[in-house]
């Protein structure tokens, strides 16, 4: 079960660069966790202290924002692409 | 009798003649005439001495050309008029000629609809000047002359005269959008001038404010703007944002977007939303009163200070927020306009070095801390000065 998910530029120092980088797991939750696992500079840039999403960075699962889905739950299937995308301010 | 009048009566048996009751009738009294089109055939020194308020114009010679922009349904009701009832009942048999089903003509024309002591319409329109200028514009069905009216009757708040502001101020003032307001407390520096293309290298030290202003109105002297020399605060926003259509959010930081989409949101205009980080950008438009998600849909915080250093470490190729601007612009026409599919639920996000464009879908969040309420009862946040989300 892998999935590509797309790294933001500013994060993308915590992964060698890498824009795409494909992680397994069957939900949403899952993928995130082995990612921030194999590149653990993101995880305090994806979680809070409590392990939840944090509210200036949004997952959608394909073109889905996930917290409308089934938050970190939502089911995803191989192939599927998953992006991160934070709030940026620049103008 | 003459060839000409020996015509004109035979094709007036041929065509269906209407009068000017009737026409009051069915345009001025009904509730609803969406299934009814008058058109005025005169020429345009006619239409704008006056004419029926809410007829379209479109001269007898154009006829052909451009009825099937304003009546795509052939089976439509089209009454259409003129100065006596000669060109009309021509223009009838024109319309009938090319397949239109259901036309009439006003007999007795304008002539006969003021003598019966019925309204006259005057209407602004475009002066020489202005019709000259805008005519790439007149020439589209979308815009034509309402359209452009519109556009010089619209105000426009840009937040920011920076990176994003300055293709989109540009842009703005060149399609004629009457106002343009401009909030910007910073000068002018000579490392803005990579992207901010309203500036110069002789006004650095100059405020920005005044910079746009001088390239604005030099481009248009047709259009006014109206400066706002001072940072964003919870005290100013609603008496600055007050009698704009809508609000361009070209900002370089955090506090001011989240005051700014607030503020649109109390205020029920839409937001037209941009922001850039090196090679990548965003676009979208926030318009909750239209059913839209706000900004605090998408993001309900502002990242914290120390995840968010200065914007001058995050770096942006000049170029991007030209595209981004750009796209901010054409929404912000489009919106006053009332015309196609706004970018408002899907987030647009430009990869420049890949050179793709990708849209993610945006919902409303009913429990929006912001949008969700009354939008009275809107209060308003200043979140400490900082700025770019740079993990």
């Given at each position: 079960m892998s999935v590509s998910v797309r790294i933001p530029t500013p994060l993308r120092k915590h992964t060698d660069g890498q824009e795409v980088v494909e992680v397994d797991g069957k939900t949403a939750g899952e993928v995130l966790e082995n990612l921030a696992e194999t590149h653990p500079g993101l995880r305090d840039k994806l979680f809070d202290d409590e392990g939840g999403l944090r509210r200036f960075v949004n997952v959608f699962a394909n073109d889905e924002d996930i917290r409308f889905l089934?938050?970190?739950?939502t089911p995803v299937e191989d192939g599927d692409e998953m992006s991160v995308v934070p709030a940026i301010a620049g103008g | 009798m003459s060839g000409f009048d020996e015509r004109l009566k035979q094709i007036k048996s041929q065509i269906k003649e209407t009068d000017v009751d009737s026409v009051k009738e069915r345009w001025l009294e009904a509730s609803d005439h969406s299934d009814l089109h008058l058109i005025d055939v005169r020429e345009r020194d006619e239409f704008v001495d006056g004419h029926i308020e809410g007829a379209d114009f479109i001269p007898r010679g154009l006829l052909d050309l451009k009825i099937e922009n304003e009546v795509?349904?052939?089976?439509d009701k089209v009454i259409l008029y003129c100065g006596g009832g000669t060109r009309s009942a021509l223009a009838a048999k024109a319309l009938e000629d090319i397949g239109y089903s259901d036309v009439e003509s006003m007999a007795g024309g304008f002539g006969s609809w003021k003598e019966a002591g019925y309204p006259v319409h005057i209407a602004e329109t475009l002066d020489e000047g202005q019709l000259t200028r805008y005519s790439r514009h007149l020439r589209i069905p979308e815009v034509g002359e309402k359209g452009q009216m519109k556009l010089l009757d619209s105000k426009v708040l840009m937040l920011g005269a920076g990176g994003l502001g300055s293709p989109a101020a540009l842009y703005l003032a060149a399609a004629g959008v009457g106002q343009l307001g401009i909030i910007d407390s910073d000068v002018v520096d000579r490392s803005n001038l990579q992207r901010q293309i309203?500036?110069?290298?002789?006004?650095?030290?100059?405020s920005k404010v005044d910079s746009a202003t001088q390239t604005l109105k030099a481009l248009n002297p047709d259009i006014t703007v109206e400066g706002f020399e001072t940072r964003l605060t919870s005290d100013n926003i609603m008496e600055i944002i007050d009698g704009y259509d809508l609000v361009i959010d070209g900002g370089d930081n955090f506090p001011t977007r989240y005051l700014i989409n607030d503020a649109c949101v109390k205020a029920g205009i839409p937001n037209v939303h941009g922001s850039i980080f090196r090679f990548e950008g965003q676009a979208t438009v926030f318009d909750p009163k239209h059913g839209g998600p706000c900004y605090r849909c998408l993001y309900p915080e502002p990242p914290p200070p120390e995840l968010a250093p200065s914007c001058q470490e995050a770096g942006v190729l000049g170029v991007l927020p030209g595209i981004v601007g750009t796209l901010q612009a054409i929404e912000a026409i489009k919106l006053l306009l009332d015309i196609g599919e706004p970018l408002t639920g899907r987030l647009l996000s430009y990869d420049a070095l890949k050179t793709e464009f990708r849209e993610l879908k945006l919902q409303r969040d009913p429990d929006c801390p912001v949008c969700s309420g009354d939008p009275e009862e809107i209060e308003f946040i200043d979140y400490e000065m900082f700025c770019s989300f740079d993990g």
């Amino acid at each position: 079960m892998s999935v590509s998910v797309r790294i933001p530029t500013p994060l993308r120092k915590h992964t060698d660069g890498q824009e795409v980088v494909e992680v397994d797991g069957k939900t949403a939750g899952e993928v995130l966790e082995n990612l921030a696992e194999t590149h653990p500079g993101l995880r305090d840039k994806l979680f809070d202290d409590e392990g939840g999403l944090r509210r200036f960075v949004n997952v959608f699962a394909n073109d889905e924002d996930i917290r409308f889905l089934d938050k970190l739950e939502t089911p995803v299937e191989d192939g599927d692409e998953m992006s991160v995308v934070p709030a940026i301010a620049g103008g | 009798m003459s060839g000409f009048d020996e015509r004109l009566k035979q094709i007036k048996s041929q065509i269906k003649e209407t009068d000017v009751d009737s026409v009051k009738e069915r345009w001025l009294e009904a509730s609803d005439h969406s299934d009814l089109h008058l058109i005025d055939v005169r020429e345009r020194d006619e239409f704008v001495d006056g004419h029926i308020e809410g007829a379209d114009f479109i001269p007898r010679g154009l006829l052909d050309l451009k009825i099937e922009n304003e009546v795509p349904d052939k089976d439509d009701k089209v009454i259409l008029y003129c100065g006596g009832g000669t060109r009309s009942a021509l223009a009838a048999k024109a319309l009938e000629d090319i397949g239109y089903s259901d036309v009439e003509s006003m007999a007795g024309g304008f002539g006969s609809w003021k003598e019966a002591g019925y309204p006259v319409h005057i209407a602004e329109t475009l002066d020489e000047g202005q019709l000259t200028r805008y005519s790439r514009h007149l020439r589209i069905p979308e815009v034509g002359e309402k359209g452009q009216m519109k556009l010089l009757d619209s105000k426009v708040l840009m937040l920011g005269a920076g990176g994003l502001g300055s293709p989109a101020a540009l842009y703005l003032a060149a399609a004629g959008v009457g106002q343009l307001g401009i909030i910007d407390s910073d000068v002018v520096d000579r490392s803005n001038l990579q992207r901010q293309i309203l500036h110069t290298d002789d006004r650095v030290g100059d405020s920005k404010v005044d910079s746009a202003t001088q390239t604005l109105k030099a481009l248009n002297p047709d259009i006014t703007v109206e400066g706002f020399e001072t940072r964003l605060t919870s005290d100013n926003i609603m008496e600055i944002i007050d009698g704009y259509d809508l609000v361009i959010d070209g900002g370089d930081n955090f506090p001011t977007r989240y005051l700014i989409n607030d503020a649109c949101v109390k205020a029920g205009i839409p937001n037209v939303h941009g922001s850039i980080f090196r090679f990548e950008g965003q676009a979208t438009v926030f318009d909750p009163k239209h059913g839209g998600p706000c900004y605090r849909c998408l993001y309900p915080e502002p990242p914290p200070p120390e995840l968010a250093p200065s914007c001058q470490e995050a770096g942006v190729l000049g170029v991007l927020p030209g595209i981004v601007g750009t796209l901010q612009a054409i929404e912000a026409i489009k919106l006053l306009l009332d015309i196609g599919e706004p970018l408002t639920g899907r987030l647009l996000s430009y990869d420049a070095l890949k050179t793709e464009f990708r849209e993610l879908k945006l919902q409303r969040d009913p429990d929006c801390p912001v949008c969700s309420g009354d939008p009275e009862e809107i209060e308003f946040i200043d979140y400490e000065m900082f700025c770019s989300f740079d993990g």
